[in-house]
């Protein structure tokens, strides 16, 4: 019964990701800030579909269940409802309540999760049990080797989580208060570490092949340093440039490990053209990191940036392991298969692309490439709800109705 609990709530974080994937494309378009993009790109998207998964993926990873069932429920509506608030905080002249107010419910939610996830697997803190079974005993020292940095990326999501309270609260800030920090905390710090960390558990299986394990342990120990000099040094100085060379090497290291693992493979999924893409999209934008580090900055390359690594790393990667887990072949629904999958990779890949060199040159590609993206977010988005309707709240909901006529 915990496991169905848990995979009824994975679904609605899945889904929350999906719709905030498709908000942000909307706000980009509506040429609202960039910070409104930032949290329901980062916080709405790419963590929520990151906790919904973490729930079911970590305990398991680390040989236990996890310790309180009903967490998801209690943390799903705080983040939710703290991921709108702080969004609307970013519109010019909302309510001075929506941040404050946005920041105390997301910082809660983060905090449920963290409680869950840390009593759950205190006793195997280091990841040494791995549920790693005998058919696969040859996984067990890369598995090891991941599960040990899951702890430091749980670290990494409570600073953040307490520098975006410290944001909009009196709460004194990390640093200086510079929001890019805590940017980078949390979508390097935590998210592409958890990418790196349980993308060698998952990803070796799926493909059905071995990564080299000399790059396993330097993209999890340049991916686990980098974040927080990144974020310490921000926005220059020779740290700045340490911790960019760091994170270069983590994302092409790994983006070299899924090429040989996608090489080496002889299967053929949907899903895996998602991390494909991803991990191309994680090259280009780690290599405007380093020109930051060594140039400068400048306002187009920043958001160039922030959508190649958001939206192209964390996000194609993450829509590519979605499909993995919900394959959309398996659905009867009109019009949803791996066609439409293929698809929306597709239209947000190259949207990506268009994006990048209308910002980089100032011309009209930009506008064309972010509607390109946003036909994307909306087909992935329609592609899961269409999935998890007719799969299981449908299912759910004509037992419902069949107990009411009864």
Known sequence: MTAVRISRWSRFFVT??????????????????????????????????????????????????????????????????????????????????????????????????????????????????????????????????????????????????????????????????????????????????????????????????????????????????????LAVSLPSGPWFRVGAVAEATAVVGFAVAYLTLFARSDRSRIGFYGVLAGVVAGIAGVGLGLRFAIGGTASALVA?????????????????????????AVGTVPGVGDRTALASIGFVAAGLALEAVGLLTGTGLTLLGRSSVGVGACLFAGIVVALFYERHWQPTLQTLLSSGER
């Open 16 to 229: 929350a990701g999906a719709v905030s994937f498709v908000l942000w494309q909307l706000a980009l378009l509506a040429g609202l800030p960039r910070r409104v993009g930032v949290v329901l790109g980062l916080y709405g998207f790419v963590l929520h579909v990151v906790f919904g998964k973490a729930y079911s993926l970590v305990p398991t990873y680390f040989d236990r269940t996890l310790r309180f069932s009903l967490a998801p429920a209690i943390h799903f509506p705080l983040t939710v409802t703290g991921t709108v608030c702080l969004a609307v905080a970013a519109i010019p002249a909302t309510h001075p309540l929506f941040a404050p107010v946005g920041g105390v419910l997301w910082a809660a939610g983060v905090a449920v999760f963290l409680g869950t996830i840390g009593s759950t697997i205190r006793d195997n803190p280091t990841g040494r049990e791995t549920a790693t079974g005998e058919a696969n005993a040859d996984r067990r020292g890369v598995d090891r080797v991941a599960n040990l940095f899951v702890p430091i990326a749980l670290a990494y999501l409570a600073v953040g989580a307490y520098g975006t309270l410290a944001l909009s609260t009196p709460l004194p800030v990390l640093v200086d208060g510079y929001p890019p920090r805590v940017t980078h905390l949390l979508a390097a710090g935590s998210v592409a570490l958890l990418v790196f960390a349980i993308g060698f558990r998952l990803l070796p299986r799926f493909l059905v092949a071995a990564p080299p394990r000399p790059l396993v342990v330097l993209v999890l120990g340049t991916g686990a340093v980098g974040p927080a000099l």
């Open 304 to 328: 160039v940036h922030l959508r190649l690594n958001v939206a192209g790393f964390l996000g194609l990667t993450i829509v590519g392991i979605t499909y993995q887990f919900y394959p959309p």
